[in-house]
Nanobody, 127 residues
Framework: QVQLVESGGGSVQAGGSLRLSCAASEYTYSSSCMGWFRQAPGKEREGVAAIFTGGGSTYYADSVKGRFTISQDNAKNTVYLQMNSLKPEDTAMYYC????????????????????WGQGTQVTVSS
């Protein structure tokens, strides 16, 4: 059964940290491009970070480089997004997405490339 379950969202003050988790089924996780996207009210969904679970290559949006870190735990079929130095503009619904047997690449931030999506977890950063 294909399933992505996110957790770890919440409310923090600016400068704080949160860690998001995305637990996947083995089929979804193995040799997949696993991405994190976010969508704020009135804005388009944007790619935040991605990782190719088959090799560990990582990708980041310019807006989060140096602040966010994506990582994987193969034993748990789980991808994490560590978010540090959070800003109010990071406030959004965050979604985990998976593209099995897809190597991410230059189009990692294109939502159309992902087959499966989680239900989302809210991140709110107050000033």
């Amino acid at each position: 059964q294909v399933q992505l379950v996110e957790s770890g969202g919440g409310s923090v003050q600016a400068g704080g940290s949160l860690r998001l988790s995305c637990a996947a089924s083995e089929y979804t996780y193995s040799s997949s491009c696993m991405g994190w996207f976010r969508q704020a009210p009135g804005k388009e969904r944007e790619g935040v970070a991605a990782i190719f679970t088959g090799g560990g290559s990582t990708y980041y949006a310019d807006s989060v480089k140096g602040r966010f870190t994506i990582s994987q735990d193969n034993a748990k079929n789980t991808v994490y997004l560590q978010m540090n130095s959070l800003k109010p503009e990071d406030t959004a619904m965050y979604y985990c997405a998976a593209a099995p047997r897809y190597g991410c690449g230059v189009r990692w931030a294109t939502a159309f490339n992902y087959n499966y999506w989680g239900q989302g977890t809210q991140v709110t950063v107050s000033s």
